[in-house]
């Protein structure tokens, strides 16, 4: 009867032990970190990144429910090729970084999807626009950290981002592909 209790006990224990460590979460690996976007104007595609971001995560296969992730995106630090693009996507029209100065996607829903994917179903707010969004990404352990990956496309009309004469999805595209590589590593 006492082994039984002493199984229950580290059993608890250990399970205890896993929801603090999904609890502590993990902090971004910047250097080894990217956030890329690819959208297309005359046809023609035009790459994008974000230099700084910062994410707030908790994600673990074993225990999806537990899990969660928030990105927090500073539209400042936007880059485009030509630092005349740069300058202007950053203007009201576009992103108005002026008024807002950060994007935010949270999911607190995190799947499990056939083939061995994830998704991660949320909110992304862009432009003071708040829209629920649905991530497809990849998950895989490396060591003690783990790489989140994926892909997903937007349309920038449904956040405002592109205006007047620039509504127009014949110059410039309507979807816009979004590319991320998080490296996760656990919280210190």
């Known amino acids: 009867m006492k082994k039984r209790r002493l199984w229950t006990l580290a059993a608890l224990l250990g399970w205890g032990l896993a929801a603090m460590d999904i609890q502590a979460g993990q902090v ?7 956030i890329t976007f690819v959208g297309k104007q005359m046809g023609a595609p035009a790459q994008g990144k974000f230099q700084t971001f910062a994410v707030d995560a908790a994600l673990d296969p074993a225990a999806l429910d537990q899990s969660r992730v928030k990105v927090v995106i500073d539209m400042n630090s936007v880059a485009l090729p030509a630092s005349d693009f740069t300058t202007e996507v950053k203007r009201k ?22 083939g061995g994917g994830y998704q991660a179903d949320g909110v992304l707010t862009l ?15 490396e060591g003690s950290d783990l790489a989140a990956e994926g892909q ?8 405002n981002v592109g205006d007047g004469q620039w509504a127009d999805t014949d110059t410039v595209a309507n979807e816009v592909q979004i590319k991320f590589k998080l490296r996760l590593k656990p919280q210190p």
């Not at 971004?28 to 990217?34: D, F, T, V, Y």
């Open 28 to 34: 971004l690996a910047p250097e080894q970190s990217s």
């Open 127 to 141: 432009k003071g626009v708040s829209k629920p969004i649905s991530v497809p990404l990849t998950l895989k352990t």
């Open 152 to 159: 997903f496309e937007i349309k920038r009309l449904d956040f």
């Open 93 to 114: 029209r576009w992103f108005d970084t002026a008024a807002f100065p950060e994007a935010i996607f949270e999911s607190k829903q995190l799947r499990k999807l056939d």
